[in-house]
């Protein structure tokens, strides 16, 4: 059989619970769903670091953010670690990016081993959007969503069928400040969305530095809901401050849903492209986002934190000749090891890609148990108090059973944010008896010995992958290329 192709489909922000084939209670994704039963789910694929541009990097080359150099929103992309695309462009695939990179502002920071691409500079435009090309930047007519879908779909209609291709369609949506689709300005009247069970969390056990973290619903601003706040919901009381929560809550999971319901219709459109031109028995179709949201969960938005609405990544994916339909993967992967499931799938290998720290789920895929997989994932979010969000730095391990975290509370500021170093927290859950991590139990006598071993296991796995412990605040800090 020849060589097969490769649609990778990545969009932002996107969480695993707002996808129906997830169990979502909020809306209704047929098209993604679909590449659910027909082929495979990942149900326990994490983030290494839980915001745009360092995901990004991580799954472009199957690496830490300490060996990409492209540890906060703020990174340029170290070009000198090598890409996925880079391997499969020197090994005869045809190679195109589109959408969204955010992986640097300057001219060197542009993608590479694509041999056709258009991006949006930083995050983009919904409507209308600029994007920079080989030759060049545009603005282009229309939604960012189908832009990028109707360019997906050119170059698949200008390729040389004679060889095999690997196409990146790198969606927006449905990253803030979330613009619908206008097809979809009628879904949701406010008032419909069901809100989360966890909504009303106190946070009283979390470390102090993640109660402070400005992520509330409250703390949401008139761009993100858009509608006129209603003076009633106005003042400090409790109760005023628990209404306004559930009414901006309403109004930004709206749009929001809106958003994801196009791009949603553009998976159904390449699947349908693909299989009225016969390509979809061997075209392996994965659906991603770089990382999970908070969807009202805990009270949040945004992401950032290790807890699992933010650390799950969703990924599905389609491949009638190798991938039974149904396939569900419960084992512990991470966004680091999608280079090297796409490079096995194209027929190459990880000595393809030297720095990658990675290893290729394409076994689980196919149906087949891995008897010696990993049981942890190991995380990092570097950026510390950053202006808007003020998430603390922090790293730690999640196991099927536990999730250790520890807030060192220093390190990479961005731009505007503070000095401040904090005392350090740690924070674990038992994710058995507390699924939703509604209570820490670092401080509880029954798991000292569980704490003890997951701040072990974090050792080990910080030694495996050359990440260094935070120890105090002359431990030397991350550089990492800047515009
Ligand atoms: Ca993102």
């Known amino acids: 059989m020849s060589r097969p192709n490769i649609v990778f489909i990545m969009s932002d922000d996107h969480a695993a619970h707002s996808i129906s084939a997830y169990g979502s209670r909020v809306n209704t994704t047929p098209h993604m769903d679909r590449l659910a039963h027909e082929g495979a789910r990942m149900d326990a694929l994490y983030c290494t670091n839980s915001i745009c541009t360092p995901s990004r990097a991580s799954i472009l080359t199957g690496t830490y953010s300490h060996i990409n150099r492209a540890p906060s929103i703020y990174s340029e992309f170290d070009h000198r670690v090598r890409t996925f695309p880079e391997v499969l462009q020197e090994h005869g695939y045809q190679t195109a990016l589109y959408g969204k990179w955010h992986l640097g502002r300057s001219a060197r920071s542009r993608p590479r081993g694509v041999d056709d691409w258009r991006i949006f500079p930083d995050q983009g435009d919904y409507v209308d959007p600029v994007m920079i090309g080989p030759d060049g930047q545009e603005q ?44 979809y300005g009628d879904l949701y009247e406010p008032g419909t969305i069901p809100e989360p069970e966890t909504m009303d969390d106190d946070h009283a056990t979390r470390a102090e530095v993640v109660r402070e973290v400005a992520m509330q619903l409250d703390d949401l601003r008139p761009t993100d809901y858009k509608d006129e706040l209603p003076p009633e919901l106005e003042g400090e009381s409790e109760d005023a401050r628990r209404a306004r929560s559930s009414w901006k809550y309403q109004r930004y999971m709206r749009d929001y849903l809106r958003c994801v319901q196009a791009v949603d219709d553009s998976v159904g459109e390449i699947l349908s492209w693909l299989e009225v031109n016969e390509l979809d028995e061997n075209t392996l ?27 799950t990544m969703p990924m599905l994916a389609r491949w009638p000749a190798q991938i039974p339909a149904g396939t569900r993967l419960t084992d512990t992967l991470s966004n680091v090891d999608i280079a090297a499931t796409l490079l096995e799938v194209a027929g190459r290998g990880v000595e393809d890609l030297p720095d990658q720290q990675g290893r290729s789920f394409l076994p689980q895929l196919r149906g087949e148990s891995v008897e010696d997989w990993r049981q942890a994932v190991y995380y990092r979010y570097w950026e510390h108090d950053d202006p808007e969000h003020h998430a603390p730095a922090h790293y730690g391990v999640r196991t099927p059973e536990h999730k250790y975290i520890r807030y060192y509370n220093d390190g990479l500021g961005s731009p505007g944010s503070s000095d401040r170093i904090m005392p350090v927290e740690d924070e674990l859950y038992d994710l058995v008896a507390d699924p939703r991590e509604m209570t820490n139990v670092a401080d509880d006598p029954a798991y000292a010995q569980v704490l003890a071993e997951m701040q072990a296991l974090t050792a080990q796995l910080q030694a495996e992958y050359g990440d260094a412990p935070y120890e105090g605040p002359d431990t030397p800090r991350l550089e990492w290329p800047t515009a």
């Open 140 to 183: 282009i007519t229309g939604y960012a969503t189908d832009i990028v879908t109707q360019q997906s779909i050119g170059f698949l209609e200008e390729r040389d069928p004679e060889r095999p291709f690997c196409l990146l369609v790198h969606h927006k949506a449905p990253h803030r400040p979330w613009i619908p689709h206008p097809r």
């Open 285 to 311: 179709v994965v659906y991603t986002s770089d990382q999970g949201f908070f969807l009202g969960d805990h009270g949040w938005f945004d992401k950032r934190l290790m807890l699992d609405e933010s650390l």
